[in-house]
């Protein structure tokens, strides 16, 4: 098993940046992919970033050019960077993990956005 901490979440104006980080309980570097996802209320659980082992990533649309995905397989965490930040933007933040065909979950951060 694993389990994520997240932190980072906070309050932030629009055009603002914020760094959430997540934390892993054991080493990721096997792990073939890590990611954020993001829930607004009334809306599905969205894809933001994902970054395999090999340092390929991918963005969701909405968020290209402005938030990045990195991670530090000694620190055992994973970054999302984000900046130039919208309203639309707010939501809860997840991290995710697969590994060994399972998928692991953070319990989310709150990010909120004001215009």
């Known amino acids: 098993q694993v389990q994520l901490v997240e932190s980072g979440g906070g309050l932030v104006q629009a055009g603002g940046s914020l760094r959430l980080s997540c934390a892993a309980s054991?080493?990721?570097?096997?792990?073939?992919?890590v990611g954020w996802y993001r829930q607004s209320p009334g809306k599905q659980r969205e894809l933001v970033a994902t970054?395999?082992?090999?340092?390929?990533?991918n963005y969701a649309d909405s968020v290209k050019g402005r938030f990045t995905i990195s991670r530090d397989n000694a620190k055992n965490t994973v970054y999302l960077r984000m900046n130039s930040l919208k309203p639309e933007d707010t939501a809860v933040y997840y991290c995710?993990?697969?590994?060994?065909?399972?998928?692991?979950w953070g319990q989310g951060t709150q990010v909120t956005v004001s215009s």
């Open positions: 970054m395999t082992v090999g340092r390929s990533t």
């Open positions: 054991r080493t990721i570097f096997r792990d073939n992919t």
């Open positions: 995710a993990l697969s590994s060994g065909g399972y998928d692991y």
